[in-house]
DNA sequence: CAGTGTGAAGTTGTTCACAGCA
DNA sequence: TGCTGTGAACAACTTCACACTG
């Protein structure tokens, strides 16, 4: 019952792949012009084997002894992941959260361009953070119409989330990225993706005690 | 290679269990006193059966036929993921991002207290957000040794996130909530959780050109 | 050799099937 | 009957083993 989506690439090789990327740029500042996989494993603690499945996965390949070419692959992974296409998106909750992701520079090099912001509180819509204008929500749907915008970044508080996603799906949004913790119902049309921060606090958390037993269990043979 | 630790909690458990937290918390104000697997499967679209063995992870029970107390389910999961703890925490990098994790309500209502923050851009230091200083990354050893904290929440630039992590490490951080899109190399004694906005982006943008695919194929039987 | 590429094995997490219970 | 709880079947992802290449 899970939201499985039949998608070709898996979700974890997805999330790496910006890993890489970051990772070919820096190394091709560098005056780096072509990189091993196990080379890029040791860096960023993976297998080498991993990764050459997940570049193959964005179609990228390498030449065995020699390596992958960095500014090729940099290339293939942006066109892959649509980082170098424009993305425009509207985010709706100009929160905490939701102001610092209008300021977030980079956003542009990872294919996302925020072009409008929504709020219910008329307190907050004076402000125009960086050249995005934060205009009321009643005027979401008429903008909508003019802009044409499939993608929304969803920052309202938690209680709202499902309300104003399905005004947001009524308005013909097609991607809604999800940053409250609360879990969003929207036709299975939409493509939905929840980034909770409180999952990770959470995660982070548990690692942390978990790290703290084995220090105190007797047969702690970590190398410290 | 990759970093497995051996926890005892899955860590699309770990994910969910905040998930179910948040609805319960919800449901408790409409006045519920308790909730079975399978209406909460309906509400989060997740097999019931994943429920059921997440909170039983987290060594929650339920009745048969009745359900799942949801205050005591509460008290569980709150104890269990270490939200009732206070567990205070630095946050390193006062960009936007890091700025807006200060202001952000509700993290200690998830078990994170951020008591301080620091940067090195001397512009920054003046601010103070939410009461929480921003001083100078100088001053950090030192004070990291009066405040005895394990956790640092790392929002600088990638560029300098394994230079900083290493400081963070030297000076006696456990846990390293990494929000950088740069992975960090720290000894196996200390915990690191990765969470980049572009791996979601990434994934966002895949599920959303997928569903753009499925729309245009000839055979798309989806229900609209 | 030292790397890419790939099929097979292993591991982990999810879903199914059903026993037990009120 | 409708739920919890759990062992078994299944699916997804990772790691291993090795053929192939310059």
Same mark, same amino acid.
């Given at each position: 019952?899970?939201?499985?989506?039949?998608?070709?690439?898996?979700?974890?090789?997805?999330?790496?792949?910006?890993?890489?990327?970051?990772?070919?740029?820096?190394?091709?500042?560098? %005056?780096?012009?072509?990189?091993?996989?196990?080379?890029?494993?040791?860096?960023?603690?993976?297998?080498?084997?991993?990764?050459?499945?997940?570049?193959?996965?964005?179609?990228?390949?390498?030449?065995?002894?020699?390596?992958?070419?960095?500014?090729?692959?940099?290339?293939?992974?942006?066109?892959?992941?649509?980082?170098?296409?424009?993305?425009?998106?509207?985010?709706?909750?100009? %929160?905490?959260?939701?102001?610092?992701?209008?300021?977030?520079?980079?956003?542009?090099?990872?294919?996302?361009?925020?072009?409008?912001?929504?709020?219910?509180?008329?307190?907050?819509?004076?402000?125009?953070?960086? %050249?995005?204008?934060?205009?009321?929500?009643?005027?979401?749907?008429?903008?909508?119409?003019?802009?044409?915008?499939?993608?929304?970044?969803?920052?309202?508080?938690?209680?709202?989330?499902?309300?104003?996603?399905?005004?947001?799906?009524?308005?013909?949004?097609?991607?809604?990225?999800?940053?409250?913790?609360?879990?969003?119902?929207?036709?299975?049309?939409?493509?939905?993706?929840?980034?909770?921060?409180?999952?990770?606090?959470?995660?982070?958390?548990?690692?942390?005690?978990?790290?703290?037993?084995?220090?105190?269990?007797?047969?702690?043979?970590?190398?410290?």
């Amino acid at each position: 019952m899970s939201n499985k989506n039949p998608s070709a690439v898996p979700e974890p090789t997805l999330k790496r792949l910006p890993v890489y990327l970051r990772y070919l740029k820096k190394a091709r500042e560098q %005056g780096l012009l072509t990189i091993t996989a196990p080379a890029m494993g040791r860096e960023l603690q993976l297998d080498p084997t991993q990764i050459v499945k997940d570049l193959a996965m964005a179609s990228a390949s390498g030449r065995p002894r020699v390596g992958y070419g960095i500014d090729e692959v940099i290339h293939t992974l942006e066109h892959f992941l649509g980082f170098n296409t424009e993305n425009e998106a509207v985010l709706v909750g100009a %929160g905490n959260l939701g102001r610092a992701l209008l300021s977030y520079p980079g956003f542009q090099n990872y294919g996302l361009k925020i072009v409008a912001a929504f709020d219910n509180d008329p307190e907050k819509l004076a402000r125009t953070s960086t %050249g995005i204008n934060i205009v009321h929500m009643d005027k979401f749907p008429e903008l909508m119409k003019k802009l044409k915008i499939s993608i929304a970044i969803l920052t309202t508080p938690p209680s709202v989330a499902q309300e104003v996603a399905s005004v947001l799906v009524s308005c013909g949004i097609k991607a809604i990225w999800n940053l409250t913790p609360a879990r969003i119902s929207v036709p299975s049309t939409v493509a939905v993706q929840n980034t909770s921060m409180y999952a990770n606090v959470a995660i982070l958390l548990n690692k942390l005690r978990h790290l703290e037993d084995i220090e105190k269990s007797p047969d702690h043979r970590e190398s410290t």
